[in-house]
């Protein structure tokens, strides 16, 4: 698909060794990218890193700089490894202390003496952030220009995006169309199908194969933003699986 200059793009970084180590399957890749498609914002990357400040700062500043935004999720918590915060700040060059809102949300769950330093370490927040609210545990996650920090626990993930997600702009959505190609192999329809994708270079079209209840089957999935184009698209495909299904 060609680039669109007036397109609304995301990224998304994952932070956290415990994805990379495959301990923990990351389920908020997939939450973040039907929402952002539903949208209609183009999510063009993600990346994942491990508790290293280094890699988190680099890619939140390589990130943001490409994107309209980007979402990170992982690494707020209460404990020694929960950095993203701290690297957040050093990403944007603000500092970060304990923010009295964040703060007067945890208190809203814990007792002023059951604050403890580590639960402390979550209501810290860069300087200038807005919060992100956290009705499950109370500990928010927070914005800093164009990078919306949130929660790795996927439930409250879920619930600081359905916060956040009013409050962006989004563009035209993506409109997609799928032909079955059934038993079709792709190396028989691939230069076909290629040539198809030349004359539309506006569009998405790609080939996937897949197993289902009934057998092996491939589907050739046609996606973009312009209803007609799509239409045009659609037809070609279908008249190319007709021709080499007789």
Do not use: W
Not at 118 to 139: Q, T, V
Request: overall charge negative; aromatic content about 4%; glycine content about 8%.
């Amino acid at each position: 698909m060609t680039t669109d200059p007036d397109a609304i793009t995301a990224a998304i970084l994952v932070i956290g060794d415990e994805i990379l180590s495959g301990r923990t399957k990351d389920k908020n890749i997939g939450t973040i990218a039907d929402y952002l498609t539903a949208v209609g914002i183009d999510l063009r990357e993600v990346r994942i890193v491990p508790d290293v400040a280094e890699a988190i700062v680099e890619a939140v500043n390589a990130l943001r700089a490409r994107h309209t935004y980007l979402f990170t999720t992982g690494g707020i918590g209460p404990t020694h490894d929960d950095i993203t915060a701290d690297c957040v700040a050093r990403a944007f060059g603000v500092g970060i202390d304990v923010d009295p809102r964040a703060k007067a949300m945890l208190l809203e769950r814990h007792k002023p003496e059951d604050l403890n330093p580590a639960r402390l370490r979550m209501a810290r927040i860069p300087d200038g952030a807005d919060l992100i609210a956290n009705p499950i545990s109370k500990a928010p996650g927070f914005r800093i220009g164009n990078v919306f920090v949130m929660a790795g626990v996927p439930a409250i993930m879920q619930a600081m995006l359905d916060a956040i997600g009013p409050t962006l702009p989004s563009g035209a959505k993506v409109l997609s169309e799928t032909v079955v190609a059934g038993n079709v192999a792709e190396g028989t329809y691939a230069a076909d199908l290629g040539a198809i994708a030349g004359r539309f270079p506006d569009l998405s079209i790609g080939s996937y194969p897949s197993m289902t209840q009934s057998g092996f089957e491939n589907r050739i999935v046609v996606r973009g933003k312009d209803a007609d184009l799509l239409a045009r698209a659609r037809a070609e495909v279908e008249a190319l699986v007709a021709r080499l299904r007789r």
